[in-house]
């Protein structure tokens, strides 16, 4: 659910774009719902409140690789025509309809039976990798810097201007007046100074690529759905 929250700002694209359902639904995430993770055909409803379909990915994610809620999801996922995926600590069993698996060996935790230590923070830095991996291949990066990132705040702003400043090497005074003739948005800002158009001009062309993220605003919408992680 974290991952997913965090793609929007980090890489310009629409909330719709990685989606996030965890067994017993949003309150879960502040007090645990005890047997809702049983609960195969409530996964089953998460893809289909999805509405997951053939182009798009649904990773499910189980320590133990045999929770009733993932296996629900994924057998209705791939049922819909969705590519499967499943991030797990054990390998999973003949049960599983998983396109590609993801396995860490992570061990016994050191509390028994307590997934939240290291198999919870494996399948972290997995989830992390996977968003981060699937947004530089789509051009959300460059050189390192994430230059979709909508400014939504002061903070955000200033790393925007740090941004363009540093990719394009203008002095600072400059890359401000880039960046705000750009509507604040860095890759625009970033074709109109290394192609020497306007913000329209470079516009149509990053258009063109289909590599044009949300506005600071946050009003450019993507064109599908696509989901993300179900737990």
Known sequence: ????????????????????AIAGGRRA????????????????TAVRAFKAGPKDVVCGISASASTPY?????R????????????????????????TVVLARTGPELVAGS???????????ILNAM????????????????????PANAKLRAR?????????????????????????????ALAMHFTGLDAKEARKRLDAKGLRALSPSGRRGARRRRPGALR
């Open 76 to 99: 209705e996922a791939k049922r819909r025509g969705a590519h499967t995926v499943l991030v797990c600590c054990n390998p999973p069993g003949a049960e599983s309809v998983a396109d």
């Open 29 to 44: 995430l502040t007090r645990a719902v005890e047997g809702a993770e049983d609960d195969l055909e409530a996964g089953a």
């Open 70 to 74: 993932v296996l629900g999801a994924l």
């Open 160 to 188: 925007a201007a740090r941004m363009v400043a540093e990719l394009t090497e203008l002095p600072p005074g400059d890359a401000s007046k880039l960046l705000e003739a750009a509507g604040g948005e860095v890759k625009l």
């Open 1 to 20: 659910m974290l991952d997913a929250s965090e793609c929007p700002p980090t890489f310009g694209v629409p909330p719709s774009r990685v989606q996030a």
């Open 115 to 125: 997934t939240r230590l290291k198999a919870g923070t494996a399948t972290k830095l």
């Open 131 to 150: 968003t981060t991996a699937a947004f530089v291949s789509l051009g959300k990066v460059y050189r390192g810097r994430m230059v979709d990132v909508r």
